[in-house]
């Protein structure tokens, strides 16, 4: 079982930002697909950005122009740069990656991915 480890999650207060990493020493981050998931309490986990292999990457609408997704090789680390945080966007965030290879856009659906990390708290409140 591959192990993805997420960090970064805190307490922001509304409108300020979190940067969070999802790193592994297992496997090459740059040869996968990695997926940011969240899930707040009662609700669904939702998909909300992706990167391929080749740097393509997919967002969510509820964090498009908010979130950025990047990757950076030499870490072998895949980052969630959050911007303008709301409320809503407080869940436990988890990254995910896949091995395989998609056509068009990272995939935003779990279905995929079939490595996940444990999770990081984001919290948003005043």
């Known amino acids: 079982q591959l192990q993805l480890v997420e960090s970064g999650g805190g307490l922001v207060q509304p409108g300020g930002s979190l940067r969070l990493s999802c790193a592994t020493s297992?496997?090459?981050?740059?040869?996968?697909?990695i997926g940011w998931f969240r899930q707040a309490p009662g609700k669904e986990r939702e998909g909300v950005s992706s990167i391929s292999r080749g740097g393509g990457t997919n967002y969510a609408d509820s964090v498009k122009g908010r979130f950025t997704i990047s990757r950076d090789d030499a870490k072998n680390t895949v980052y969630l740069q959050m911007s303008s945080l709301k409320p809503e966007d407080a869940a436990v965030y988890y990254c995910?990656?896949?091995?395989?290879?998609?056509?068009?856009?990272?995939?935003?659906?779990?279905?995929?991915?079939?490595?996940w990390g444990q999770g990081t708290q984001v919290t948003v409140s005043s």
């Open positions: 297992e496997f090459t981050v740059g040869y996968s697909s």
């Open positions: 995910a990656a896949s091995r395989r290879g998609f056509v068009g856009l990272p995939p935003l659906q779990s279905g995929p991915y079939a490595y």
